[in-house]
């Protein structure tokens, strides 16, 4: 099992850029698939990237497309999320989930979670 802890969130205006990390405990992280979602205000939790355990594969919802990379570092057990050209609708707590198995856009096929960093774009 792995246990993912965020960090990297913080606030920047509309236009710029950040990186979260996603530092995942446990000897088999190259085991598992790793997403990151994203949930706003009042919004329910939404899907936003995700990468295979080899690194060969990667997904990314429609509003992540071109904007956002998803990479992974396996001799780290770390997961990335590099954000550009950021948007005031980009603002949510992120959270980095793991799954044994293939990547995944849905949150209930997640086994963990990690407690979320907040970021904020402001106009």
């Known amino acids: 099992q792995v246990q993912p802890v965020e960090s990297g969130g913080g606030s920047v205006q509309a236009g710029g850029s950040l990186r979260l990390s996603c530092a995942a405990s446990?000897?088999?992280?190259?085991?598992?698939?790793m997403g990151w979602f994203r949930q706003a205000p009042g919004k329910e939790r939404e899907f936003v990237a995700a990468?295979?355990?080899?690194?060969?594969?990667?997904t990314y919802a429609d509003s992540a497309k071109g904007r956002f990379t998803i990479n992974r570092d396996n001799t780290k057990s770390t997961v990335y999320l590099q954000m550009n050209s950021l948007k005031p609708e980009d603002t949510a707590v992120y959270y980095c989930?793991?799954?044994?198995?293939?990547?995944?856009?849905?949150?209930?096929?997640?086994?963990?979670w990690g407690q979320g960093t907040q970021v904020t774009v402001s106009s």
């Open positions: 446990g000897r088999t992280f190259a085991n598992y698939a």
């Open positions: 990468i295979s355990g080899n690194t060969l594969s990667t």
């Open positions: 989930a793991a799954r044994r198995g293939r990547t995944s856009g849905r949150d209930n096929e997640y086994d963990y």
